[in-house]
């Protein structure tokens, strides 16, 4: 097969899995919902972007959508495997970012974090004396050369072939070697009773919740959504379409508005991955913050005072 | 079993250690088993309510019980080096230390893993390091040595024990009958037959030959947990010598700890003698040289490259406003003073160089202290973290508690240990005092006697 041929039968697949998901979740509405996942009932009126069977992004109201676990049913070995076939990337627009928090509210919500928990962090950084501050989202970099997974003694943490890596916590021992290992420091670690009254029933490496005490856990790429035809939480809550989310094997990319290609999106914006001197090969890029919708003060401003307080040290070096 | 007149008086010299138990060492049992006690609730806290009841967080994941993991596995390499080349190299005035270097072996072996289990956050799936190993992950690698070296040094401990324990079943000592049925059972019928020494003799070298190479490598592993991660501080390719020299200097510091404090205790001044303290001495002026080398080249280079995060962790080592102090304690106390007194011949002898020797284990301790967590402070992406605990790594009380837990055990293993066995080996003991030695002891006898 030529390439060309691969790369269409792999968005033919997107778009009938896709197609499928997104018929069986209409389908499905009117279920009770034995609610035992991680999302929680969306509230009637609220909006749910889907990938419509012919490639779009639709809105539907969520409660035609039943986040039961019926969907992301799948053997504990498939949650190790993968989703055959895809090959899954993101890639973050600097440019755009304004620290309105609203991915990481989300995926708190979405994992049933406690707020000092951030799965995903928004740091501010600044690159060097000159340089001008901007809003960094860090989510797990899914590595094509994870040193966590390198170490770790009792394969808990893992490479799937659609690229994601996760971790299983009922594996996990939590000797906290890979947290040492990772260079982007992504991990966390219940140090305490998670205590978010979710039964583990029908827990998965792709559900990652609930969070088990003494055990890692980190940014998931929300595998179980995608399963489902969805958008991972943080990519639908930014209001400012930060996050997009495709696949590789597609060249396409998605930020809920706009679906673009994602070699032209790295090429036309000098798209990049943190620190690649590390050798990580990190799934995920960054598009330079060129150009920027907002000042960076917008940001900062509008933040709580213990927000503040993370990022008074750049922000002092400003003035 | 024959013995010469030299190991008979050994003998009859140890004979009260092994039969009574005595008051002073019940105190000690008791006093150790208080701490362990101490311990033990600590660790229930930590199962109960899980890690947060340790200073550890998401930065700095690893804190004491790490650094008393490093400590304890670097004595025990100390330990079967230090005994398996005076064995080897049939170092005569060496004969009368290598019990006591094994049995630092040992039972630092028994108590560093314990730390690490220690820093496992799911005691419930320990097991799961078996069923489900990975063999790429140095952890795995670690877990191997490491049970690899524990049975070999407990073999090699053993087989020097095989004779001695011929001698007690022989001597009709007044002890128990459970007692002298072991020893009778552990001396495996040896009888000192020309085949049996052969063998004996054999097999321990055979070992020792095992455990010299085994214990440097166990030693390399046990750095590559970090030499092998991304971490500024961590990520160097001297790291394995590093802590192989490491170990060997804070082994022999703690082996001269040991001899001063058995010396004192059951009076074994004509077995451990000033000379074995200034051989002792010597070994550890040569080893602190290396180490101090070692630390050199390392703060060295990465400061006169002053890669940006290289030079992170370096201004957190040598800002006294962070761990500057600890830093010149570490390298002060842990490198200069022991080359000094050794150096010097007004200082050299036993209870200074043994004061110099213990001061140099703490330093050495705080050296490993500083190589995890300053490291562990400096992450790559900048923490922009308001919880203060979450910045800065301080240890709690169950940590603590752990801590001296673990040296409790240590100390009362040593304790019970030198009931159950002659702390100077008996069989194979030869006469090593120079004439000289001899004339000194004579003088020294005539000196008390009254006119
Ligand atoms: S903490 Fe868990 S996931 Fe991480 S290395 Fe240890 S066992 Fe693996």
Redesign the pocket.
Known sequence: MKQEEIKDKGRRDFIKTAAIATIATTACGSLACSCSSKHEHHKAAEKVKLLSPDGEIVEIDSSYLDHANHMSIISKKQAREGIPGRKFVMVIDLARCKNARKCVTACQKMHHLPVEKEWLSVKLMKDSDKGSPYWFPKTCFHCDDPP?VK????D??FKRQDGLVL?DNE?????????AACPYST?VFNWDEPNQGISDANYTAESSVPSKIG??EKCDFCPDMIRQGLLPDCVTACPNGVFYFGDENEDTVTNGDETVSLSQLLKDRGGYRFMEELGTKPRLYYLPPKDRMFPVERGYESLPEELKERYKDVIEMEK | MELNTFQQTAFDHQRPTIEKFGKRAWFWTFFFLLWIAVGGYALYLQIAKGHGVTGMRDNVVWGLFIVNFIFFIGISYAGAIISGLLLLFKVSWGKPIIRLAQMMTIISVIVGPIFILLCV?RFDRLHYLFIYPRIQ?P?TWDVLAILTYFVGSVLFLYMALIKDFAVYRDAKLNIPKWKQKLYSALSLGYRGAASQKRHLIRSQNLLAIILIPLSIMVSSILSWIFGMTLRPGWHSTIFGPYFVLAALYSGCGVLIVAMWVYRKMYKLENYFTDRHFTYLGYTMMILAAGYGYFTFSEYFTSWFSSEVWDNEVINKLFNPAEYGWWTLFANVVGIIIPMLIVAIPKTRTPNVISLVAFCMVIALWVKRYLIIVPTLESPLVPMQDTRQEYVKYSATWPEWALTFAGIATFLLFFTLMSKFVTVVPVSGLEDTKTHHEHAKDHVKKEDIQPA
Not at chain 1, 151 to 154: G, K, N, R, T
């Open positions: 966590c170490v770790c003694p009792v808990a943490t971790i594996r996990c021992i939590g000797c906290k070697f890979c947290m991990r055990t890692v | 956050g992950s952890m």
